[in-house]
């Protein structure tokens, strides 16, 4: 095996190690949410008291709560809980949503509510990245005045970096629950009806990919911009940054002395050695798309997992939102971990730091 090639082996692996460390961290942190709570959690967990004048309806509180702590191993000692949950968590078994005389399994409405979030997370990275990578090349390039003989060019370069900084400054300022329901009803409402019958941006409700792909994607565009234009922002700033950076570099001046055109250096040696830290931001971003679900999806009536931890909290369904929040931070901090490990694999200067 080749030194530089042992060198990646052993940074991933002690990468792999903080990564488990981190995961029980968060395990261990989601578990015991429930647990800080005040009271016993068949208290929390089961509607109702069992000291009313019905004796019978207090005889199947009782039994439930029973049943809840059988279900959770409440008499078990705490670290044998944890890997209990941790095993449930881990092949599916997520616990149930108790009802007042019925319990339904949580991974079914979680099964039922992850892929719309997924796909809302998604589109809503590649609309920001789509918009945010040609503009921020276009705003470094008029800023850093890449070589022109023209000065109306150069001049035209100056303004369009000024304008698109000052828009990303506005877009930046507006949460994105406003520019959500602005949309929802400019858009959703004022101009959906004018709009051809093929077109049908609506300003609520979700459509399967699987069910109509057309109208799937109509349907996830208003939400999924409310949630790209902060991102759109923050991206295109970060690659401008990086991007005048680099265009002030050696080896970029040696490549325009060799006549390669401006285009080629821009986009082909320019490009890529700024995109890393925008890839870092990404990832990191995640969590904040992921946070932004909460508000967007129940504007827009989409029953993700966004909606599903918002009901949770309504209705005091605590292994619900326990649930919820394990998968989305165990799915947070294992993209994280991938982007570190691709870094170490594809960054010489990231592998020999490390």
Known sequence: MSPTASRILK????????????LFAVTLFTFLLVRFLPGDPEDLLVPGADN?????AN??????KEEVREDMGLDEPLPVQYLQWVGGVATGDLGFEYGKQSKEPVSERVGLALPSTLQLVIYSQILALGIAIPFGVLSAYGQAGVNSKSKAVRKAGKVFDRVANATAFGMLS?????????????????????????????????????????DHIFSMLLPSLSLAIGQIAVYMRVLRSDLIQTLQEDFILMAKSKGISNRRVLWRHALRPSSLTLVTIAGLQIGTLIGGTVVIEVIFNIKGMGYLIFESILTRQYLMLQSCVAIVA????LINALLDILYTALDPRIRHAG
């Open 11 to 22: 940074t991933i692996a002690r990468k792999l190690i903080q990564l488990f460390v981190v």
């Open 330 to 333: 165990v799915g947070f901090v």
């Open 174 to 214: 507006l949460p994105n629950f406003a520019v959500a329901l602005l949309l929802a009803f400019w858009v959703g409402v004022k101009l959906n009806p004018s709009l051809p019958e093929w077109m049908d941006i609506r300003p609520q409700g979700y459509v399967a990919f699987g069910k109509d792909p057309l």
């Open 52 to 56: 009313t004048e019905d004796e019978r």
């Open 59 to 64: 005889q199947i509180i009782r039994e439930q």
